[in-house]
T-cell receptor, first 116, second 113 residues
Framework: DSGVTQTPKHLITATGQRVTLRCSPRSGDLSVYWYQQSLDQGLQFLIQYYNGEERAKGNILERFSAQQFPDLHSELNLSSLELGDSALYFC???????????????FGPGTRLTVT | GESVGLHLPTLSVQEGDNSIINCAYSNSASDYFIWYKQESGKGPQFIIDIRSNMDKRQGQRVTVLLNKTVKHLSLQIAATQPGDSAVYFCAENTADAGNMLTFGGGTRLMVKP
């Protein structure tokens, strides 16, 4: 158990809908990262938050957004869902994130999103 | 893991043999590298890491080798066990990229009893 929790574990929704995925980092970790793992593209970095502020952005669609709250949990919002958004969404956390390389990221169990 | 559907390279080894999983990374400026193991239905799990100022690091039954000249990383697993069966990903990190990880495509390790 990495100490990172994600809810829900599974989510099935229809195209055009909007969903929110939730992540609670390990106790004491300030950085939260979101990754998408699809069948044809492996693990792709989406976005990072550090202590409530956006720190880095990867291949995140404009239909997707995220935020990190004062208690450091994070939510990933996916809107106008398309079939191609079906994937596993992972959250990871680490203690640091401001230009300090060398800190492993601990991954949660993931949320499996199925868009029908 | 859920990467089951990916056309991943597969390494099949006999239980007890040593395994070597290779990874070519892309960014010569990367300064930190991690190997992750992903079992079916689970998130990636940290195995071992190495910084760019090192060329070898050993853990328990695992060794990571880094060759910066050719941007190559390898993971060696000694005395491979059935529980080692999983998908293995290498990931690289650059400090100026906010600590984001860039993952390689993954290799599926299958251990035959």
């Amino acid at each position: 158990d990495s100490g990172v929790t994600q809810t829900p574990k599974h989510l099935i929704t229809a195209t055009g809908q909007r969903v929110t995925l939730r992540c609670s980092p390990r106790s004491g970790d300030l950085s939260v990262y979101w990754y998408q793992q699809s069948l044809d593209q492996g693990l792709q970095f989406l976005i990072q938050y550090y202590n409530g502020e956006e720190r880095a952005k990867g291949n995140i669609l404009e239909r997707f957004s995220a935020q990190q709250f004062p208690d450091l949990h994070s939510e990933l919002n996916l809107s106008s869902l398309e079939l191609g958004d079906s994937a596993l969404y992972f959250c990871a956390s680490s203690p640091h994130g401001l230009g300090l390389a060398g800190f492993e990221q601990y991954f949660g169990p993931g949320t499996r999103l199925t868009v029908t | 893991g859920e990467s089951v559907g990916l056309h991943l390279p597969t390494l099949s080894v006999q239980e007890g043999d040593n395994s070597i999983i290779n990874c070519a990374y892309s960014n010569s400026a990367s300064d930190y590298f991690i190997w992750y193991k992903q079992e079916s239905g689970k998130g990636p799990q940290f195995i071992i890491d190495i910084r760019s100022n090192m060329d070898k690091r050993q853990g328990q039954r695992v060794t990571v080798l880094l060759n910066k000249t050719v941007k190559h990383l390898s993971l060696q697993i000694a005395a491979t066990q059935p529980g080692d069966s999983a998908v293995y990903f290498c990931a690289e990190n650059t400090a100026d990229a906010g600590n984001m990880l860039t993952f390689g495509g993954g290799t599926r390790l299958m251990v035959k009893p």
